[in-house]
């Protein structure tokens, strides 16, 4: 299962152009960097669509991923519309080993540059009252289908000499938030291994991207039990994530990611988790009130995707 044949390089690379330069010398080295095809995860909703669209506005044929085939398959027209760039479908359950060796053969005859891991989903609520069932899967969909894809694909972006990786990370990775605790364990696994990666592949011209947004409006806030007030447009996210791929180690995309964590990163980190205590109280005061004084709020339900 041997890619399909790359390029030769030109002598001297596009210029590279300030982030969010739409000017084609600018797309002439995002294409140069991340090859012809993208791979992106958590396809069908929130942060994964924008990272699609986005991908594709930049020129880059799009491996759609996710449980939910229908609605790859509508993203699939409009992206093919929009921009005339091809795209390839795969329904699949990155919590399984089946789902991410369907990933595997999907793109194995493609020349892929850049991967966008978003796929993920959360619970919230007091830890010892969710189901470890759900806790284990979050873990298997959140930590270990990036670890297996980064390992995967990072090893053809080495062949190729060049490629990106973009993690999805989050304000909560920073430090310790209670109500949902082993979620932002997660990011913060995400968070660091991205750290790693980043000066571990860049030698072999490799970019290793963290994004860490903070509430961001979509199906992730329903799923894991949540009221998000104010949170971003998913649309703010995208683009300026991968605007800042191959500039920057770790992007907050959107205002409201900048202000909440820019703030917070002068705290210690136990002022840190103080804060988060009392956001997450507000975040899910509803499922007291819903269940009653002293009673335990559902979890998520395992197959909910953050943005699957």
């Known amino acids: 299962m041997g890619q399909s044949p790359i390029d030769s390089p030109p002598t001297a690379p596009p210029q590279p152009a300030a982030p969010g330069d739409s000017r084609p010398d600018s797309l002439g080295l995002f294409a140069f960097r991340y090859g012809p095809w993208a ?76 991967l966008a891991a978003a796929a993920g989903f959360g619970t919230s609520g007091p830890f010892l009252s969710t189901a470890l069932d759900d806790e284990l899967a979050m873990l298997d969909v959140n930590c270990g289908a990036v670890l297996t894809l980064s390992h995967r694909f990072a090893r053809r972006f080495v062949d190729r000499g060049r490629g990106g990786l973009v993690l999805l990370s989050s304000i909560v990775a920073f430090q310790g938030v209670p109500r949902a605790a082993h979620y932002a364990a997660t990011k913060a696994w995400v968070q660091t291994l991205a750290e790693g990666l980043r000066h571990e592949l860049a030698p072999h011209g490799v970019d290793v991207l963290a994004s860490a947004p903070g509430p961001v409006a979509s199906g992730f806030a329903d799923r894991a039990d949540m009221v998000m007030d104010g949170a971003l447009d998913p649309s703010l996210i995208g683009g300026a994530t991968l605007d800042a791929l191959g500039r920057s ?32 109280h507000g975040m899910t005061r509803h499922q007291a009130e819903r269940n009653g004084a002293g009673g335990h709020p559902r979890s998520a339900p395992a197959a909910a995707g953050k943005s699957s």
């Open 39 to 114: 791979v992106v995860t958590g396809a069908s909703d929130g942060i994964g669509r924008d990272m699609a669209q986005q991908a594709a506005a930049r020129g880059r044929n799009v491996v759609l991923v996710a449980r939910r085939g229908g609605r790859l398959s509508e993203l699939a027209t409009e992206i093919q519309s929009q921009h005339g760039v091809e795209t390839r479908i795969v329904a699949a359950d990155l919590g399984t080993p089946e789902g991410l060796e369907a990933v595997e053969v999907a793109t194995a005859d493609l020349d892929v540059g850049l």
């Open 249 to 280: 180690g770790t992007v907050r995309p959107g205002w409201l990611s900048k202000v909440l964590g820019y703030s917070l990163a002068t705290l210690p980190r136990f002022a840190r988790t103080r804060i988060m205590t009392a956001v997450m």
